[in-house]
């Protein structure tokens, strides 16, 4: 609203108020909850690597405790953040497995089943960001056929129970699983 305004020995000057405009500064810190359903004690890893910018940035390997994980990072970090993870199941797979954000023409807020997870052939594993100060994502974990240097090896396949919004790029996901050999660049 802006403008002068006069209300001298008006009826209405009582009912009017003019609360002073303040806009909350973004947090500068997000608290991502990763609920890791079907995997109590894997271990995750948050990745930022985006495309034109040389440098990646990442945390350590965090292990779940209970199926739960709570990583605190720089806001900044969350756009084109991808979260690998690594199970205890897992056979000596060529790729590191990463969480599916969206598979392809699935809408941002859908549910993804593990049924569904694993019929899926394309998705993003890039997160588009966040201006929020907390965030708790489920995540499906679940036993996969991966590729290894000799044949077929058992890994994981791991996504978003509900999508989030992603950016690209689009991943073909044979059987639902999107995986790396360092790092996706996003964007």
């Known amino acids: 609203m802006g403008g002068g305004i006069a209300l001298a020995n008006s009826p209405y000057e009582r009912y009017l108020s003019l609360p002073e405009a303040t806009v909350a500064p973004l947090p500068r810190k997000v608290?991502?909850?990763?609920?890791?359903?079907?995997?109590?004690?894997?271990?995750?890893?948050?990745?930022?690597?985006?495309?034109?910018?040389?440098?990646?940035?990442?945390t350590t390997w965090k292990k779940a405790k209970?199926?739960?994980?709570?990583?605190r990072l720089?806001?900044?970090?969350?756009?084109?953040?991808?979260?690998?993870?690594k199970a205890p199941w897992e056979?000596?797979?060529?790729?590191?497995?990463?969480?599916?954000?969206?598979?392809?023409?699935?809408?941002?807020?859908a549910t993804v089943?593990?049924?569904?997870a694993t019929k899926q052939k394309s998705g993003s594993p890039c997160f588009?960001?966040?201006?929020?100060?907390?965030?708790?994502?489920v995540v499906g974990v679940r036993r996969a056929k991966v590729a290894a240097r000799s044949g077929l090896t058992l890994?994981?396949?791991a996504w978003l129970?509900?999508?989030?919004?992603?950016?690209?790029?689009?991943?073909?996901?044979?059987?639902?699983?999107?995986?790396?050999?360092g790092a996706t660049k996003c964007g």
């Open 31 to 58: 608290a991502l909850t990763l609920k890791l359903d079907g995997c109590a004690t894997c271990r995750v890893k948050l990745v930022q690597a985006v495309k034109g910018r040389a440098a990646v940035w990442s």
């Open 66 to 71: 209970k199926g739960r994980v709570t990583v």
């Open 74 to 85: 720089p806001r900044s970090r969350t756009a084109g953040l991808t979260v690998q993870v």
């Open 91 to 109: 056979g000596r797979p060529v790729k590191t497995t990463q969480v599916v954000v969206a598979y392809a023409r699935k809408a941002t807020g």
């Open 113 to 116: 089943s593990a049924a569904a």
């Open 128 to 137: 588009a960001g966040t201006s929020r100060s907390k965030l708790t994502w």
């Open 155 to 157: 890994g994981s396949r």
């Open 161 to 181: 129970v509900t999508t989030r919004e992603d950016i690209p790029p689009v991943l073909t996901t044979p059987r639902g699983v999107a995986a790396t050999r």
